[in-house]
């Protein structure tokens, strides 16, 4: 089964850090850019960050200098490294596959969605 599946969430303090996981199965990650997407209550699914095929990054400026995407091919997976988070960070975190132009990543989704993982920050 081709698959994307995230981990890694969880409850942190306000200034605390977290590392999500986007683990693939069925299919081999390291040829695919992949985007992590946000979405807090009440609001829209937003984009936070991707990674190209070439490990090329790239963020939204509310993220930019907190937030860092890598990835390990040999483990098939991706990693969002999330500091100094804040309240306003608090949401389910998702990743997919996104589109990749002229060898550089854009939050540009495929339309599929795992169940993502919950990061919440208490103040």
């Known amino acids: 089964q081709v698959q994307l599946v995230e981990s890694g969430g969880g409850l942190v303090h306000s200034g605390g850090s977290l590392r999500l996981s986007c683990a693939a199965s069925?299919?081999?990650?390291?040829?695919?850019?992949v985007g992590w997407f946000r979405q807090a209550p009440g609001k829209e699914r937003e984009g936070v960050g991707c990674?190209?095929?070439?490990?090329?990054?790239s963020y939204v400026n509310s993220v930019k200098g907190r937030f860092t995407i890598t990835r390990d091919n040999a483990k098939n997976t991706v990693y969002l490294r999330l500091d100094n988070l804040q309240p306003e960070d608090t949401a389910v975190y998702y990743c997919?596959?996104?589109?990749?132009?002229?060898?550089?990543?854009?939050?540009?989704?495929?339309?599929?969605w795992g169940q993502g993982t919950q990061v919440t920050v208490s103040s």
């Open positions: 997919t596959s996104v589109a990749e132009k002229w060898s550089s990543c854009v939050l540009e989704d495929f339309g599929s």
């Open positions: 069925g299919f081999f990650l390291d040829e695919y850019a």
């Open positions: 990674i190209s095929a070439g490990a090329q990054t």
